[in-house]
């Protein structure tokens, strides 16, 4: 699988948007890109995954670089129920078998009341 | 109702004991999945199986042992466990194919060996 790189920890305020970036330099033409999150004392959950174009949900929005080598997950107005360690991780879409979300180190993004 | 469960929560157990994490997926997924995380938070996959069929086998000591009786579960037998076995073990389930994008976790299980 292809590398992400993210920084190790974030800080933001509630209630403020929340920018959080992935390089992925190394990212292939069929990977798509996918965020989860974890948070304390949980397991992984799914945020939002996109290919090219920006993507939103009611979770959160992606922002993919025209290159497609960086993108940056944001947060609108953060929670103090966002407070987690963010995932970017590349994968080929569908899902075939062997196919495995490999985790890297992930953001972990603190919310100040 | 939970989309993936996993029994027990939390094990706390002495070395050289031989025991069993159980998992069940409601959402009718067809692939299951375990993955640890260690001390360091790192999550990283064990194994995968696809219609009850062991796919996905990474490096793990052959006192780890998965079993799937049927395609929604997927139990973990840990035999002769040792302190480093001392992890939270997360099972997780997704679709295959073109619909399938997303993978689903359970709340984990903490394993505590002394």
């Known amino acids: 699988d292809a590398k992400t790189t993210q920084p190790n920890s974030m800080e933001s305020n509630e209630e403020e948007p929340v920018h959080l970036p992935c390089n992925h330099s190394t990212i292939s033409g069929t990977d798509y890109i996918h965020w989860y999150r974890q948070l304390p004392s949980q397991g992984p959950e799914y945020v939002i995954h996109g290919l090219t174009s920006n993507v939103n949900n009611r979770m959160a929005s992606l922002a993919i670089a025209e290159d497609r080598k960086s993108s940056t997950l944001i947060l609108h107005r953060a929670t103090l129920r966002d407070a987690a360690v963010y995932y970017c991780i590349l994968r080929d879409k569908p899902l075939t078998s062997g196919s495995r979300l490999t985790f890297g180190e992930g953001t972990q993004l603190t919310v100040n009341p | 109702d939970t989309a993936v469960s996993q029994t027990p929560k939390y094990l706390v157990t002495q070395m050289g004991n031989d025991k069993s994490i159980k998992c069940e997926q409601n959402l009718g997924h067809d692939t299951m999945y375990w993955y640890k995380q260690d001390s360091k938070k790192f999550l990283k996959i064990m194994f995968s199986?696809?219609?009850?069929?062991?796919?996905i086998n990474e490096t793990v000591p052959n006192r780890f042992s998965p079993k799937s009786p049927d395609k929604a579960h997927l139990n973990l037998h840990i035999n002769s466990l040792e302190l480093g076995d001392s992890a939270v073990y997360f099972c997780?389930?997704?679709?295959?194919?073109?619909?399938?994008?997303?993978?689903?976790f359970g709340e984990g299980s903490w394993l505590t060996v002394v």
């Open positions: 997780a389930s997704s679709r295959l194919g073109p619909s399938g994008n997303t993978i689903y």
């Open positions: 199986y696809n219609n009850k069929e062991l796919i």
